[in-house]
Structures are given as structure tokens and as C-alpha cells.
């Protein structure tokens, strides 16, 4: 007679595998390029854009910009046009700001966006019916400055706010 030790598994792992859906989600970051250190007024609003959050009614983002001058020469008549209130938002710029921005100066602008109503219809009770929507809006900044040969020239600065919304895929493209 002999012993005999006979292996064996003490532990079993049995295992399913069960499909689920992952949300694929992109935010698109746009970079500014440009000429400086050139003879004239070269305003730039930083970051270009930005994506709002899920906002209801009532609620408020409070958001801000950099507008900074890169140019040789001061910007004049500097303009704050912010987006008209619509449906869904009403903005405000929280300082006073001044009318020219000098050579190579920047100046940070506060603002808010309002919500008046939900862009997923959801305040209202409204129902989209599914679909992918985008929303945008722009504050445009014009500025004009004086050249070298005593001529006017003029340029423009935008930064916008924007959201996409509903039931959106990577397949159905870029909000414009």
C-alpha cells in the first residue's frame, strides 16, 4: 500500500459576462492662434469658450475670460456685447469695464449666465422627443485702434458659452 496525494482545485471562479453601455463623451478645446508683437491691436479673448453645466431655472453659472492685447499699439471703443436674452439664458457682466485695453495689458471679465428655463425642457415639463441638440452664444468684444499711418482699423474678440444636450452620439458630429 503507498499514499498518494491527489491534487485537486479547492476553489472554483465562474464568471458571466454582461454588456453594458458606456456613454463616450467629448469636450472639444479650441486653441487660439495668432500674430504678436505686430503694430497694431490684437485682442484675444482666453478661453474662446466654454461648456456650460445642466442648468434649471434659477440656477447660475458664474463664468469668466481673459481679454488681453498682445498687440504694439492700444485697442480703442472696446465693446462689451453680450449675447441677447433668450428663452433659456440671460447674461450679465458683473464690474464696469473700461472702453480701451493698452498694449500688452490684459484684463479678466466676470460674468453670469442665468438660467431661465432648462434646455432639456425638463422645467416646463416639455419633452424633446430624444434627439441631440447644442445650444451656443457669443459675447462679441469689437475694438478699433489708430495704425502708424494715421488710418482706423478695427478688429474683434468673441468668447461664447455653449452646451449639447439630449441623447447625442460621437457619430452625429460637432455643435457648431
Not at 146 to 152: A, E, L, M, V, Y
Request: contains cysteine; negative net charge; charged residues 20%.
Amino acid at each position: 500500500s503507498k499514499d498518494v496525494f491527489m491534487d485537486y482545485n479547492l476553489v472554483t471562479v465562474e464568471w458571466e459576462v454582461n454588456e453594458i453601455t458606456i456613454e463616450d463623451k467629448y469636450e472639444i478645446v479650441l486653441h487660439a492662434v495668432y500674430e504678436a508683437d505686430v503694430p497694431a491691436a490684437v485682442v484675444v479673448a482666453e478661453p474662446p469658450s466654454v461648456t456650460l453645466p445642466e442648468m434649471h431655472a434659477g440656477d447660475v453659472y458664474n463664468g469668466e475670460f481673459n481679454l488681453t492685447n498682445y498687440g504694439l499699439i492700444r485697442a480703442d471703443g472696446v465693446q462689451f456685447n453680450l449675447p441677447a436674452d433668450d428663452q433659456y439664458f440671460r447674461y450679465e457682466i458683473m464690474q464696469g469695464l473700461p472702453d480701451q485695453l493698452e498694449a500688452k495689458e490684459q484684463l479678466t471679465v466676470a460674468y453670469r449666465a442665468i438660467a431661465l428655463k432648462s434646455l432639456d425642457g425638463d422645467d416646463t415639463g416639455d419633452d424633446t422627443g430624444g434627439g441631440c441638440y447644442s445650444y451656443s452664444s457669443c459675447t462679441n468684444i469689437p475694438y478699433s485702434y489708430q495704425c502708424s499711418n494715421g488710418s482706423t482699423s478695427s478688429g474683434s474678440a468673441r468668447h461664447c458659452t455653449s452646451r449639447t444636450y439630449g441623447t447625442c452620439s460621437s457619430a452625429q458630429g460637432v455643435p457648431g
